[in-house]
């Protein structure tokens, strides 16, 4: 199974901070990356797919950079709505596999 | 407009057999591309991907959860029914089911049901 590494798995921030959030592939998956958004009792939200694809509806503050084992998430601005915990995945093959996670705290 | 729904039972018992229905509308099953997921997440936990059934039904599991895991459909009920036997407390977590987009390039859960909780505890 392809392992997929967040760091850090928390992190606290302020409101208009830039927050950076990488995942790490325990071997090269292109392009295969997807990016959640995800609340307390809510379900995931997709942000980013195929590793650099905005999902409509979703702020350009948003973005993927990274190909092939190394990705990171920016939030170019947080924003209150942004505190929320971030996973990675990777569909590259099955079994697919999700990050551990890093919660956006407010700092 | 796309929705899924989770049912099945809140509680269930060690050993037990749990079977959970996902109920979905705005698309179809039948449909080139189509597949549905199920995922997990155990209190405080990560999220855990548990199985996928695909328009074809080509079928694709966990590999620690493959023996207890069984996904199918039920086209004409737009409802995917994920099976897990011999049930346990660690099994305790929170059932997400999920329409998969692009399975024919970069596939990615594009929407996702409220999720149901489930307890399995004596």
């Known amino acids: 199974d392809i392992q997929m590494t967040q760091s850090p798995s928390s992190l606290s921030a302020s409101v208009g901070d830039r927050v950076t959030i990488t995942c790490q592939a325990s071997q090269d998956i292109s392009n295969y990356l997807n990016w959640y958004q995800h609340k307390p009792g809510k379900a995931p939200r997709l942000l980013i797919y195929?590793?650099?694809s905005l999902q409509s509806g979703v702020p350009s503050r948003f973005s993927n950079s990274g190909s092939g084992t190394d990705f990171t998430l920016t939030i170019s601005s947080l924003q209150p709505e942004d505190f929320a915990t971030y996973y990675c995945q990777q569909s590259y093959s099955t079994p697919w596999t999700f990050g551990q996670g890093t919660k956006v705290e407010i700092k | 407009q796309v929705t899924l729904r989770e049912s099945g039972p809140a509680l269930v018992k060690p050993t037990q057999t749990l079977t959970l229905t996902c109920t979905f509308s705005g698309f179809s099953l039948s449909t080139s591309g189509m597949c549905v997921s199920w995922i997990r997440q155990p209190p405080g936990k990560a999220l855990e991907w548990l199985a996928r059934i695909d328009w074809d039904d080509d079928k694709y599991y966990s590999t620690s959860l493959k023996t207890r895991l069984t996904i199918s459909k039920d086209t004409s009920k737009n409802q995917v029914v994920l099976t897990m036997t011999n049930m346990d407390p660690v099994d305790t977590a929170t059932y997400y089911c999920?329409?998969?987009?692009?399975?024919?390039?970069?596939?990615?859960?594009?929407?996702w049901g409220q999720g149901t909780l489930v307890t399995v505890s004596s």
């Open positions: 999920a329409r998969i987009l692009g399975s024919g390039s970069y596939p990615y859960f594009d929407y």
């Open positions: 195929a590793a650099s």
